[in-house]
């Protein structure tokens, strides 16, 4: 089955010459099926190239899927035009009574920031308590992860004495989660940070801080079920899987890193050559790509076995 996509949304036609099924919201009107809510909150500056990875990983699943994106209202993006934001994207205020079945929460580019320093911090935490009440379950990525684990735990983030970049091998701790049907023993992922968070912090965790968890849901402990000798820990799921914290970026398509890496280049930054990415270590000779396979079973599983299995058919009864 699609992906129900805005009308227009410049991924459907990227995605269409790539044979990935996307449908737009006019042909969706004529079929008579309950598709899954899912909204995405957009927090990367580049937004049209995160929406078209999110969508490419998103589209492998015999589910309907009805994507909406949703932005903040306290920050403006500088590097995606006005007019797409306003035709594709909703304020959190607007969507603040509905209800969805998975929510995706991006990284950003604040690392360097204390969590209470970046601007939208307010309004990102009150989309957290939110997501706990409305949404079945959440993915948060990268620097959400961070701030998500921070936020509702108390875990913090260190910085590190240079950025983690590559593509490293993952081990999953608990390969008998619906999360990991189908996993190898190792599997790869992107990573692309300047700040980590430890094992230790997470299993220091005794309760939430976060106001929003209730005193059922407090028996369900942080767990990391996925780490890398190389690049720490990359997993973890909290609340019987309606909350992953995910720092890599399983969704980065092939020449995600290699522009990143060109562009800091380019700047004058410091940068190292990304690991277990390019075909012998030279840029030249391009990527190998190690990590499709595994970035669309991750979320095909999170989407069948955490959202679609576990939401309610009547939307409106989510807590």
């Given at each position: 089955m699609p992906l129900t996509l805005p009308d227009r949304l410049p991924a459907i036609s990227l995605l269409e010459k790539e044979n990935i099924f996307v449908m737009g919201s006019t042909r969706a009107a004529t079929q008579d099926i309950r598709p899954l809510r899912i909204v995405v909150l957009n927090l990367m500056p580049i937004k049209?190239?995160?929406e078209t990875d999110l969508i490419r990983v998103l589209s492998n699943t015999p589910l309907q899927l009805d994507l909406t994106f949703m932005k903040i209202k306290?920050?403006?993006?500088?590097?995606?035009?006005?007019?797409?934001?306003?035709?594709?994207?909703?304020?959190?205020?607007?969507?603040?009574?509905?209800?969805?079945?998975?929510?995706?929460?991006?990284?950003?580019?604040?690392?360097?920031?204390?969590?209470?320093?970046?601007?939208?911090w307010n309004e990102m935490t009150d989309i957290f308590?939110?997501?706990?009440?409305?949404?079945?379950?959440?993915?948060?990525?990268?620097?959400?992860?961070?701030?998500?684990?921070?936020?509702?735990?108390?875990?913090?983030?260190?910085?590190?004495?240079?950025?983690?970049?590559?593509?490293?091998?993952?081990?999953?701790?608990?390969p008998s989660l619906p999360i990991f049907r189908g996993f190898d023993d190792?599997?790869?992922?992107?990573?692309?940070?300047?700040?980590?968070?430890?094992?230790?912090?997470?299993?220091?965790?005794?309760?939430?801080?976060?106001?929003?968890?209730?005193?059922?849901?407090?028996?369900?402990?942080?767990?990391?079920?996925?780490?890398?000798?190389?690049?720490?820990?990359?997993?973890?799921?909290?609340?019987?899987?309606?909350?992953f914290f995910i720092t890599g970026h399983a969704e980065y398509s092939p020449l995600t890193l290699d522009t990143e890496y060109r562009r800091d280049l380019a700047k004058g930054l410091p940068i190292d050559i990304p690991r277990h990415y390019y075909r012998a270590d030279n840029p030249s000779l391009g990527p190998v790509v190690t990590w499709r396979a595994h970035a669309n079973l991750l979320f095909t599983n999170w989407l069948n076995y955490y959202v679609y299995q576990e939401t309610p058919y009547n939307i409106e009864s989510i807590h």
């Open positions: 049209i190239t995160t306290s920050h403006t993006s500088k590097n995606t035009p006005v007019e797409h934001m306003k035709a594709f994207y909703k304020d959190f205020e607007l969507l603040r009574d509905e209800k969805f079945d998975g929510m995706i929460i991006t990284g950003a580019p604040v690392e360097h920031l204390d969590f209470e320093e970046v601007t939208y308590d939110w997501a706990r009440t409305h949404v079945t379950s959440t993915l948060y990525i990268c620097w959400a992860a961070q701030a998500g684990l921070y936020y509702h735990y108390g875990v913090p983030k260190h910085p590190l004495p240079a950025k983690m970049f590559g593509i490293f091998p993952q081990k999953p701790l608990v190792l599997f790869f992922m992107p990573h692309s940070r300047h700040t980590e968070i430890r094992r230790k912090d997470i299993e220091a965790v005794t309760a939430p801080v976060s106001p929003s968890l209730t005193v059922p849901e407090e028996a369900h402990p942080l767990t990391v079920i996925a780490e890398s000798e190389e690049s720490g820990v990359s997993i973890v799921m909290a609340r019987g899987g309606r909350e």
